[in-house]
């Protein structure tokens, strides 16, 4: 409930480091990756107002570098779980009682930690132990976390700001968001640092307490995010940090009459099955649980006859191989008009053979590592099934090696049927397929990209002709919760692109707006009657 009103910094974006040769942050963020290099971290869980450790220790590895051990975390277990809910749930009444303005400032420090003390020694976690290059991080654990911060402390300002307007004589309505009754479980992925500060802290700024399971190969930079947490000011068991399978964490939360929601980001098959158990347990819970998810995608480009070629080219290098595709976002389809083709495939092939791959160490590198070897087995294996198909052809790239790191080579795939495995599943790897159109085939494409994926996240146009443009706007409505015209189809920022995708591709509940924080409160209506009535009979029952 809004307990008096205070104006909050506006937001602006936070400002994207270059990392020039000879820069400042340069010289800073190499001297911070080889500080993480020569240490061995020993990471423990957070619950309540305990550094947890156990006896089992998991080894934490560079993928570029898996030789090299960075650190150990404790993985825990059930008993962990159930210690994190009891921590969570006896922290809840101070926590959700605390006025507003002073949980919005636990949450505006820590983006100021993360803009200037920590910014280095976290985009040196993530480069380390989710293997992205200098800008991938920049933008992802510093510029993009930040902005996540700020602009959330506005919107909820904004939202307690939100009142019945008052015209009724003698009676003032007002509204009042509550915390949601229970905790929230926020289970995080891997790729985006942002996205793992993001979905505990969201829940959290709104009164709520949470119990935070990150993916395990994100484990290294969370440790740092928790650090950073505390140092704001962010009190014991608002957040409890866990690191536990992910069977042991849903049978204990699941099945707990407290569980008020979930905020998710991972795959489409893994939430479906949390959807599912949540509907099996749903007579135990005290409320309706809240489920939030962002899972998967399948996104396209599509080009226009009058597309730009250089427009197009860039679009699909940069939105296809950057981090390796390892974006929810990443262009993954391409429909291609047959006219354009020749000369796309050139320009492709020239920038591809241009990428260094290799460590996130060297600053020359742009393709780094994909995550660990469970995924680059699986992404191979696409390559390979391209290679021995008669229904594909693999013209740029398609070589991998293990040997140090996890190196996938940027590779581009042509298809020849439109539903071909690589044009429809999800590879979460530096794989692009395109399926090459008869330019005359325009409209009956268009149908064609509607139709052939399950997902709907992401998606983009090139072209020139305004026509074009607005007819695909139109036909692609429902295909992609973020849509982009002339632009690749990655890089949402916040507070200008609010991200989320629905069909396959979850909720759609925009992660990094207002809309997004609705979900973690629960309204309350209260009428106050300063002339109350003292009679039941109404003037029409008073005789003539």
């Given at each position: 409930?809004?307990?008096?009103f ?8 936070e400002?994207v ?7 400042a942050?340069r010289?800073?963020?190499?001297q911070?990756?080889?500080d993480a290099r ?9 619950i309540g107002?305990e550094?947890v450790?156990?006896d089992?220790k998991v080894?934490?590895t ?7 051990v960075?650190?150990?975390y404790?993985s825990?277990t059930?008993?962990h779980v ?9 922290a809840?009444?101070n ?10 400032a636990?949450f505006l ?15 040196a976690?993530?480069m ?9 991080a920049e933008?992802?654990s510093a ?6 911060l ?6 909820m ?10 015209n ?6 007002r509204v009042e968001q ?10 995080t ?7 793992a500060?993001n979905?505990?802290t ?10 935070w ?13 928790m650090?950073i947490?505390k140092?704001a000011?962010?009190?014991d ?9 992910g ?6 939360i ?5 569980f008020?929601g979930?905020?998710f980001?991972?795959s ?9 158990t ?6 135990v ?5 809240r489920?939030v998810?962002e899972t ?7 080009a226009?006859p ?6 197009l ?12 595709g390892q974006?929810c976002?990443?262009a993954s ?5 047959k006219s354009?083709w020749?000369?796309?495939k050139?320009?492709m092939?020239?920038?591809l ?5 290799g ?10 590592a994909?995550?660990d070897e ?6 191979t294996?696409y390559?390979?099934n391209?290679?021995?198909?008669p ?6 790239g398609g070589?991998y090696?293990k040997t140090?790191?996890y ?6 795939i042509?298809a020849?049927k ?9 590879l979460f790897?530096?794989?692009?397929t ?9 409209a009956?494409t268009?149908k064609?990209?509607?139709s ?6 992401t998606?983009?146009?090139?072209a020139?002709?305004?026509y074009?443009?607005q007819?695909?706007t139109?036909?692609l409505r429902n ?5 982009y015209?002339n632009?690749?189809?990655t890089?949402a ?11 396959g591709?979850g909720t759609?509940?925009?992660a990094g707006s207002m809309i997004n924080?609705l979900?973690w ?6 009428k106050?009657?300063?002339t109350?009535?003292t009679?039941?009979r109404y003037?029409?029952l008073?005789a003539?």
């Amino acid at each position: 409930m809004l307990k008096g009103f205070f104006n909050v910094p506006a937001p602006t974006n936070e400002p994207v480091y270059a990392y020039a040769p000879g820069s400042a942050e340069r010289a800073l963020l190499k001297q911070a990756i080889a500080d993480a290099r020569a240490q061995e971290v020993d990471v423990p869980m957070y619950i309540g107002s305990e550094e947890v450790r156990t006896d089992k220790k998991v080894k934490l590895t560079p993928p570029h570098d898996h030789k090299h051990v960075l650190g150990y975390y404790s993985s825990g277990t059930k008993d962990h779980v159930k210690d994190a809910i009891d921590a969570a749930l006896a922290a809840k009444d101070n926590w959700e009682n605390l006025p507003w303005e002073q949980r919005a400032a636990v949450f505006l420090k820590a983006a100021e930690l993360i803009s200037t003390k920590y910014r280095y020694k976290l985009n040196a976690a993530t480069m380390l132990g989710q293997s992205k290059n200098p800008f991938q991080a920049e933008i992802d654990s510093a510029c993009e976390l930040i902005d996540f911060l700020r602009f959330n402390v506005k919107y909820m300002s904004e939202i307690y700001q939100q009142q019945p307007p008052a015209n009724s004589k003698g009676v003032w309505n007002r509204v009042e968001q509550r915390p949601l009754e229970g905790f929230v479980f926020a289970l995080t992925p891997f790729n985006f640092t942002a996205i793992a500060g993001n979905l505990p802290t969201s829940v959290a700024m709104m009164g709520n307490v949470v119990v935070w399971k990150p993916s395990n190969t994100q484990i290294y930079a969370a440790n740092v995010l928790m650090q950073i947490f505390k140092e704001a000011g962010l009190p014991d068991g608002v957040i409890n940090l866990v690191y536990v399978s992910g069977p042991d964490a849903g049978d204990v939360i699941f099945k707990h009459p407290d569980f008020a929601g979930i905020h998710f980001t991972g795959s489409t098959g893994v939430f479906q099955d949390i959807w599912k158990t949540i509907g099996e347990h749903i007579h135990v819970y005290k409320t309706y649980p809240r489920i939030v998810g962002e899972t998967g995608g399948k996104d396209f480009i599509i080009a226009h006859p009058s597309a730009d070629l250089k427009v197009l080219n860039t679009a699909l290098v940069r939105g296809a191989f950057e981090y390796q595709g390892q974006k929810c976002s990443a262009a993954s389809r391409a429909y291609v008009p047959k006219s354009l083709w020749p000369a796309l495939k050139e320009s492709m092939e020239k920038d591809l053979k241009s990428f260094k791959i290799g460590g996130t160490e060297d600053f020359g590198n742009f393709i780094n590592a994909v995550i660990d070897e469970r995924s680059f087995d699986k992404i191979t294996k696409y390559i390979d099934n391209a290679k021995a198909s008669p229904d594909a052809d693999v013209v740029i790239g398609g070589d991998y090696d293990k040997t140090t790191g996890y190196f996938i080579h940027p590779t581009v795939i042509v298809a020849s049927k439109p539903d071909y495995e690589t044009m429809t599943e999800e590879l979460f790897g530096p794989v692009l397929t395109v399926y090459v159109y008869e330019d005359e085939k325009w409209a009956e494409t268009l149908k064609v990209v509607d139709s052939t994926s399950i997902y709907a996240l992401t998606g983009a146009i090139i072209a020139q002709d305004r026509y074009a443009i607005q007819e695909a706007t139109h036909a692609l409505r429902n295909a992609a919760g973020n849509f982009y015209i002339n632009d690749k189809c990655t890089g949402a920022v916040v507070g200008q692109q609010p991200f989320g995708g629905a069909r396959g591709s979850g909720t759609n509940d925009k992660a990094g707006s207002m809309i997004n924080l609705l979900r973690w409160v629960s309204p309350r209506t209260i009428k106050e009657t300063f002339t109350p009535d003292t009679d039941y009979r109404y003037p029409f029952l008073n005789a003539e």
